[in-house]
């Protein structure tokens, strides 16, 4: 079992800490936390709070920390951690800037010490249904895929609606979304990317964005985030060669509708306003199948037991520096699309 010290308290930390205590490879030594009533909070909870970050780089007991602190303290307390000879996992975003990301990088190599990004929505089960379907190619290779995540209580009233400490929905749940998509599409490269923002409740960051990323050979995927959406729409929509899948929420089973045959005999018109009309005229169990899948098997706890097993040279980590670098290029692409309003064509594809 690995020593773990969890430093900021909040919300994502306090989630590590309850992960911890139920985990197979790691155990919870701690926390620390620069607000004292956090410290004092985890010490009701019967879980230890360190006097400082600096206790806890000192302590040869400890393996290696997670930081879940606000966005722009990230790069520091990594590289700190990381020269004190703890193996580190940061929060996501892992950081604001490319720049950035290779400094921590650099430090890790140089330290010798394994270094990720907790990107923990590759085990949501909504995911991983898409995965398995894109994986098995049952209905073809990908046209297209839209992935949303809409809900109606506007940006949270934290540092995340804060420009200073890297707030805003693109670097909160969009990293998460683009990671997912990006995974789905097998290491495709990007050529266009192009974004727009929504300040609806917050003018300082985007409280919403509608991302396009645009591949070689014409595939294409969308990613948007709504926080003023009363009506949601679905949470994934894949198009493929030969069929169509559809997730509907994430608590619900996929929706498959797989092509078997190409023909039209005895299309029956559809009658519209308008008319009639073939192009639209559904099609029939003869030519289709209909079915769904059932919602995948996930464990969270398999992101700790990959880490620690690349902490002892025994496994890749599932988050790799090159995933990391990939994911923060486009969103850091997708920022540039919306100060200049217009596609970002990329000389390079990502």
Not at 63 to 75: R, S, W
Request: glycine content about 8%; some cysteine.
């Amino acid at each position: 079992m690995k020593k773990l010290v969890v430093i900021g308290y909040g919300g994502m930390g306090g989630w590590h800490c309850r992960a911890a205590l139920q985990s197979d490879v790691v155990t919870l030594g701690g926390v620390y936390d620069v607000k004292e009533e956090r410290n004092r909070a985890a010490r009701e909870a019967g879980i230890f709070a360190y006097g400082s970050f600096e206790e806890v780089l000192n302590d040869p007991s400890v393996d290696l920390v997670t930081i879940a602190v606000p966005n722009d303290q990230h790069e520091k307390l990594v590289i700190r951690a990381l020269e004190a000879g703890k193996h580190v996992i940061c929060e996501k975003p892992v950081t604001l800037t490319v720049a950035s990301l290779g400094r921590m990088i650099a430090a890790s190599k140089k330290a010798g010490r394994c270094f990720t990004v907790h990107q923990n929505r590759r085990w949501d089960v909504d995911y991983l249904a898409m995965q398995k379907i894109v994986d098995s190619g049952e209905i073809g290779e990908i046209i297209n895929v839209e992935s949303r995540v809409q809900g109606s209580r506007g940006i949270p009233s934290d540092w995340r609606g804060m420009k200073e400490f890297g707030g805003g929905m693109l670097y909160d749940w969009g990293i998460h979304l683009l990671d997912q998509v990006l995974l789905l599409f097998k290491g495709a490269k990007i050529v266009k990317v192009y974004c727009t923002f929504d300040h609806i409740t917050n003018k300082e960051v985007d409280d919403g964005f509608k991302l396009h990323l645009y591949f070689e050979g014409g595939k294409e995927a969308y990613i948007e985030i709504g926080t003023y959406n009363f009506l949601a729409m679905p949470r994934f929509y894949l198009r493929c060669t030969k069929g169509t899948a559809l997730i509907s929420d994430w608590t619900k089973k996929t929706r498959v509708v797989r092509m078997k045959a190409w023909h039209e005999n005895d299309v029956l018109p559809v009658q519209t306003a308008a008319g009639l009309t073939k192009t639209m005229a559904p099609r029939d169990e003869i030519t289709t199948d209909t079915y769904e899948i059932e919602r995948p098997v996930s464990d969270v706890h398999d992101f700790y037991r990959n880490f620690t097993a690349a902490m002892d040279g025994k496994a890749e980590q599932t988050v790799t520096h090159k995933q990391m670098l990939r994911d923060l290029k486009i969103i850091t692409t997708a920022f540039r699309s919306v100060k200049t309003d217009q596609a970002v064509i990329l000389k390079k594809p990502l």
